[in-house]
Structure formats: C-alpha cells, structure tokens
C-alpha cells in the first residue's frame, strides 16, 4: 500500500505542483453512477462481473478515506483481457500511433503481460514529470475530473472491461487509463498541459466548463494529429480501444482540421464510437490554442 500524500516528495519542487497536503479531499467532488452501469454495457446484465467490479470500486472508497491506495489482486480472466487488448493494439500502435506517444509509453515501461499497480506507475511518473494518479470508482463530473489535473494528479480507475467485448468500453477502464492516458503523463512538457487544463476548470463558470470539456475530449481523449505528412493518433480513447482505433481510420468517421470554436461547440456522446475526429496540425499548435482560450477565462 502507498500513501498518496507521500508519493513523490520530490513533486514539491516542481513548478506549479501543489503541496500534497493543498488537495482537496475526493468528499469534495461529485460522482455519477458510480455503482450502476448503463443497460447497454457489455457487463450490465453479469452479476458476477457487477459484484467484482464494485469491489475493486470499493477499494477507492478506502483510499478517499484513508489516503492510502490499495494495490489489486487481479484474476485470471482480468490478466487474460489485458494481454490480449494490449497485444493487440501494441501492434495497431506501431502503425497508428503518433511518435510523441509511443515514446511516452516506452517511458512508462509497462508489459503487455499483467496489469499493471497505480502504486507502480505512480513511481515512475513520480520519477520523470511529477505526476501522480489517485484511484477512483468509475465516472467523475467534468470541474471534478479536470480540477485535480490543476495538482497534477490524473483519477485513475482500477476495474477492467467485460470479457465479452474488449475492444471496447463505454466508460474508463484500467486499460484506457494505464495504456491510453498514463503514458502521456511521463512527459513533462504534457503533464504541464494537462496542469493548465486544470488551472482553466476549476475558474471557469458552467459554459466554460463545458466547452473545456468538449475540448478535452476531441484532443486529450480523442484526438489525432499529422506527422510528417501522416495521419496519426494520440488520444487516449483511441489508443485504448483497437476497436475505437480501427474506426478512426475507417472510412466511417469524418476527420476535420481543428478549429478551436468549432471543436467546443461540439457535442459527443461518450457511451457511442465517435463519428467526427479532429486533426491538430502539431502539439504546439495545441497547447498554444489552448492556453490563450484559457486565458480567456
């Protein structure tokens, strides 16, 4: 078990990073549905898929608690999901993938093998950006998701997919956090970015807040980029799914350039395979947009 407030005491003298004790507590922030699934989820209508997934839910409780998190004995059927998803988008990845990604994921140093600990990653991304993740149960509202981006800390899922269909979920699973999103967060320069998306929504007022949601989601979760004249993806939604992956390049989505009040005007649905991607033309071009829309606030 490792204490959260602990973790990485090195982060103190990062720049920007809060002290672990100016957290806000996880009693603090809204939650929806934590304990329910959706009729059209794969696993909704499994009573043995339910009660393991509220229990490794429930291990978060204890962490909001006690601030320590819990390390997860994962089954074998859980181990056997994760080797066969990340099997099979390692190999999508190396075609698919942007650059900046798969350096990420080189850096995260996580097997294709077993599942890996939050504790586990936490040192390492402790190690190269000061960043830090926080378990939690299942779907968070979006000022309480991405306010705790502000402290550089990511809140993190531990449950894994239903067996029946794993190239895919409809919401956050330990394969979209660990093989998706962590790996960015290795990365100083978008563990930054990350930080001032954090910075915007804990300001911002409920149409702000919606917007950076929308944004957000078609870059952080969902978005694609060109390099060196190909198109590549780098959103964690995408590189999660081999299923959402595979869509992308389909000719079943319509890919467009980014343009920033296009894009939070934009209305998704996070439960459907996207129909409209959006195209940044590099992550500078990104983070440039983004900090002088946030400023804005």
Known sequence: MSNIADDNAQSNSTAGLSK???????????????????????????????????????????????????????NAREQRVWRYVAEELEELHEDLASEFYLKAKRNLDITTDRIPQITEMNKRLGELSGFRLAPIEGLVETRG????????????????????QPAYTPEPDIVHEAIGHIPMFTV?????????IGHGARKANDEQLQQLGRLYWFTVE???????????????????????????????????SFDLEEVIN???????????LYVV???????????KYIATF
Not at 37 to 64: C, Q, T
Request: net charge negative.
């Open 20 to 74: 672990a004790e100016d957290l806000p507590k996880f009693t603090e922030l809204e939650f929806e549905r934590l304990e329910q699934l959706d009729l059209d989820h794969p696993g909704a209508n499994d009573p043995e898929y339910r009660r393991r997934r509220d229990y490794i839910a429930s291990l978060a409780k204890n962490f909001r608690e006690s601030g320590e998190i819990t390390d997860v004995e994962y």
């Open 145 to 164: 998701f991405l306010s705790w981006l502000s402290y550089r800390t990511m809140l993190c899922t531990q449950y894994i997919r239903h067996h029946s």
């Open 188 to 196: 100083r320069d978008f563990a930054d970015f990350s930080q001032v």
């Open 222 to 256: 969902f978005g694609m980029i060109e390099e060196s004249g190909k198109l590549k993806a780098y959103g964690a939604g995408l590189l999660s799914s081999f299923g959402e992956l595979e869509h992308a390049f389909s000719d079943k989505v319509e890919r467009r």
């Open 266 to 276: 934009h209305d998704f649905t996070y439960s459907d395979m996207q129909k409209v």
């Open 281 to 291: 033309p590099s992550y500078a071009y990104l983070k440039e947009v983004t900090e």
